[in-house]
């Protein structure tokens, strides 16, 4: 059937779209034209109708073709002829890198097995793949207020479901690790429990991985309460024969007497092969701790704001003289009323990683003695307001003699202009300097907008770096700088930074300069153009340059890892970069 595709002519057509208002007779004469054309009209819409499905029918048929064709092209994929061996390292490969596989079915190594039933049983008999484990200990429902005693009964029955099913899961992750060693750490999100329960969820966990104790070798627990302190804490040494690194942390005040000095002799510190210590807000002085100082060669002890037990300068002074092996040290140092008049002298011949916080007045004498001649690398972060009277520890601890420092991290804001200068002096060999930021709680965060020189250090650090012929040049083997500016409210300008690019690359150094949170102008860009003045070092000199703009919406979001600070290497390690500006 054919149809007409122009509109119908009627004696009205005239008068269509105008205000013309028809009399009774044209109103009937009306009504029979659209009578006429309603039959052409029902014909045509069914006609639509017949050939719609048609459509739909004929797409479905393709759909239908289609997948069945993409079915048999992944049967050739060369991904399916990959033997087991070489699936497996890839399986490897998927684990994360900075925690151990988290027990979840959207995370690896479990998403693995929901592939197909080859992926699964490679997966599953991959030992390897199940011997590194965080576990999220859940948290027990609350009640707030009155509330229904058969509503309270399902959400507990709800809750010790789920507990079962999780460790039943957990029992079966260890199966699958087989005899290799493991590496586990468990966070308990339950802080609620008052100190008289003695079932909290985290025991009958520490029963099913401590059921697997003499495979561990590395250990990292929570602890927040009287019943999982003490069970840690009376744990024997025998247990753990292959535990090399173990970290915990007290999250939790304990106000048992009994219970805090039952931490003074505990076992689980005199395993044999423990060398990694991390104590976390322990809430016992480490002068009395019954440890075998003498084994371990990384240290971490963190307390700065603790509300159970602040890490002081006694404590460090214990590290310091007792540890002759120490590699690395991580350590949070608070001010002592009380501190000795006088520190005996300590070596540490092997420590080569250092990273202090410290609001302690004394650590410039605790240093005073100190033999460490192969430290290469330091983070200092002070929290105490700087002052022209009150010299930096800092100075003596870099002062220290047959010292070749590599990388220096700090806090420039709570350095005076005259104590960076002479930091920069003692240091002519330093490789790396990197200004890390303010941090949050400090004294300063409240003071700064009250400090009119704070915000300009940034500018004073790139113009005292800065080649220039009234000055003598500092740190002359610098090969790269990292500014972090996203939480320090510094301000630092386009022309200052391209200066100091330019002072360091005429002068012959080669070097990288990375500047995070560099502000930028409400146009969404710097106000010099980099590549444009920047061409000929580009050319002549090979200079890499990337510009990344920070987001002032994730100014507040950023994190960064507080423990692998001193491992993230800068990009102009590779001879054919001479400078890499990241802004």
Request: glycine share 4%; hydrophobic share 40%; aromatic share 10%.
């Amino acid at each position: 059937m054919t149809y007409c595709t122009m509109p119908f002519i009627s004696p009205f057509t005239d008068v269509l779209r105008s205000n013309f208002f028809p009399s009774p007779l044209e109103i009937g004469a009306i009504n029979q034209e659209l009578a006429d054309k309603s039959f052409q009209l029902d014909a045509l819409s069914d006609e639509l109708k017949h050939l719609q499905e048609q459509l739909d029918a004929k797409m479905a048929a393709l759909d239908v073709l289609t997948s069945s064709i993409d079915d048999h092209l992944r049967l050739l994929t060369p991904f399916r002829g990959l033997p087991d061996d070489i699936l497996g390292e890839i399986f490897a490969c998927c684990l994360p890198t900075r925690h151990g596989a988290i027990m979840h079915r959207n995370e690896p190594p479990l998403v693995l097995g929901y592939v197909c039933k080859r992926w699964r049983s490679v997966a599953y008999n991959m030992p390897r793949l199940w011997k590194t484990l965080h576990i999220v200990i859940p948290k027990a429902p609350e009640f707030e207020g009155p509330i229904d005693e058969d509503i309270r009964t399902e959400l507990n029955l709800t809750f010790n479901r789920y507990m079962s099913e999780h460790q039943t899961g957990l029992a079966a992750w260890l199966a699958r690790s087989k005899s290799c060693a493991l590496s586990v750490s468990m966070h308990d999100l339950d802080h609620s429990w008052s100190s008289h329960r003695l079932s909290p969820p985290a025991l009958s966990y520490f029963g099913t991985i401590f059921g697997v104790a003499s495979r561990i070798r590395h250990l990292e627990i929570d602890v927040n309460q009287r019943a999982t302190s003490g069970y840690v804490a009376a744990l024997p040494a025998t247990m753990f024969p292959n535990l090399s690194s173990l970290s915990i942390t007290f999250t939790a005040r304990l106000e048992n007497h009994n219970l805090i000095n039952s931490w003074k002799n505990a076992s689980i510190f005199k395993a044999s092969r423990l060398k990694w210590l991390s104590l976390l807000q322990f809430p016992h002085s480490f002068d009395n701790i019954n440890i075998d100082w003498s084994n371990l060669t990384l240290i971490v002890a963190m307390g700065l704001t603790s509300n159970v037990r602040k890490v002081d300068v006694y404590d460090a002074l214990t590290i310091f003289t007792n540890c002759p092996r120490l590699n690395e040290c991580d350590i949070e140092i608070a001010h002592s009323r009380t501190a000795p008049t006088t520190y005996p002298s300590f070596h540490l011949k092997y420590l080569h990683t250092l990273s202090i916080v410290s609001d302690c007045k004394q650590l410039g004498d605790l240093f005073q003695g100190a033999d460490i001649p192969n430290l290469q690398y330091l983070r200092f972060h002070s929290r105490i307001i700087p002052s022209y009277h009150l010299r930096s520890p800092l100075l003596v601890i870099l002062s220290r003699p047959s010292m070749r420092l590599k990388l220096l991290a700090i806090n420039i804001e709570f350095f005076t202009l005259s104590d960076l200068v002479d930091c920069f002096q003692l240091v002519p060999w330093l490789k790396q300097f990197s200004h890390d930021g303010h941090l949050e709680h400090s004294p300063l965060y409240t003071l700064q907008y009250h400090m009119p020189v704070v915000p300009k250090m940034v500018s004073a650090l790139l113009h005292i770096l800065t080649p220039a012929a009234n000055h003598p040049l500092y740190l002359p083997n610098l090969t790269s700088i990292n500014i972090e500016i996203v939480k320090s409210k510094m301000i630092v300008t386009d022309m200052e930074i391209l200066n100091f690019v330019r002072g360091r690359l005429e002068g012959g150094s080669k070097f990288a300069v990375y500047i995070r949170g560099l502000p930028i102008s409400a146009r969404g860009r710097t106000c010099v153009d980099f590549d444009a003045v920047m061409g000929d070092y580009i050319a002549d000199r090979r200079l890499s340059l990337k510009l990344n703009y920070a987001n002032p919406h994730e100014a507040d979001t950023l994190t960064y890892p507080h423990r692998a600070w001193h491992y993230h290497h800068l990009e102009a390690s590779s001879p054919s970069v001479v400078g890499v500006l990241y802004l």
